[in-house]
């Protein structure tokens, strides 16, 4: 069953300019997280943000979680060619088991040098 | 530190066939995840250890699918008289004790084919 729900489903900007990812999701949750992966492959966590939390930073990058409207998004400030990559949000739903992960489909980004 | 490995990287198989699929997750990770992936679509939750015993198996498909870990650190995930349909990358994660709903640490993953 698919929780996460990324929008848009991709982006392409050019280098320098930010990226925003947004992420919907269905049921109450215990965290939420991005992952980014390169190539189809391995997942590289990024940032975890739990229920009570509303803003994370973590360098370049800038989470924010509205538990009211169920959603998250995903800030990357000044992009870089070496950010292109498919960028999932993920999440523990409450109730459920810790190593249960929901993930959604993905923003595909693109940033051109 | 070494990441979490998984062998082999491809593996093509015959319709009908059995595959065992492996992961070495971080030393010292106590729990170990497996997830799926098809072409174009997020990971797919199958199954969730914490030691030796599966903690939460509730995505296995069906009961071809089957995994285990017999000493709390190597995993094995057998898939028996497999489908086209099982076709996807097998991604194996891995986090460390202490604490809840902890960030998973994941490995390349093994692209499975079934022709």
């Known amino acids: 069953s698919q929780q996460g729900e990324e929008d848009p489903q991709a982006l392409s900007i050019q280098e320098g300019e930010n990226a925003t990812m947004n992420c919907s999701y269905k049921t109450s949750i215990n965290n939420l997280q991005w992952y980014r992966q390169n190539s189809g492959r391995g997942l590289v966590h990024l940032i975890l943000?739990?229920?009570?939390?509303r803003e994370k930073h973590s360098g370049r990058l800038r989470v924010t979680l509205d538990t009211s409207k169920k959603s998250s998004s995903l800030l990357i400030t000044a992009s870089r060619a070496a950010d292109t990559a498919s960028y999932f949000c993920?999440?523990?739903?409450?109730?459920?088991?810790?190593?249960?992960?929901?993930f959604g489909k993905g923003t595909k980004l693109s940033v051109k040098p | 530190g070494a990441g979490v490995s998984q062998t082999p990287s491809n593996k093509v198989t015959e319709k009908g066939k059995y595959v065992e699929l492996r992961c070495d997750p971080i030393s010292g990770h106590t729990a170990l995840y497996w997830y799926r992936q098809s072409l174009g679509q997020g990971p797919e939750f199958l199954i969730y250890?914490?030691?030796?015993?599966?903690?939460?198996d509730s995505g296995l498909p069906n009961d071809r699918f089957f995994a285990v870990r017999p000493e709390g650190s190597v995993s094995t995930l057998k898939i028996q008289r497999t489908e086209r349909g099982d076709s996807a990358v097998y991604l194996c994660?891995?986090?460390?004790?202490?604490?809840?709903?902890?960030?998973?640490?994941f490995g390349p993953g093994t692209r499975l084919t079934v022709l």
């Open positions: 993920a999440t523990n739903v409450k109730g459920g088991s810790q190593g249960n992960l929901i």
């Open positions: 943000i739990r229920s009570n939390e």
């Open positions: 994660a891995s986090s460390p004790p202490g604490g809840t709903y902890n960030e998973q640490f």
């Open positions: 250890f914490q030691g030796t015993g599966a903690a939460d």
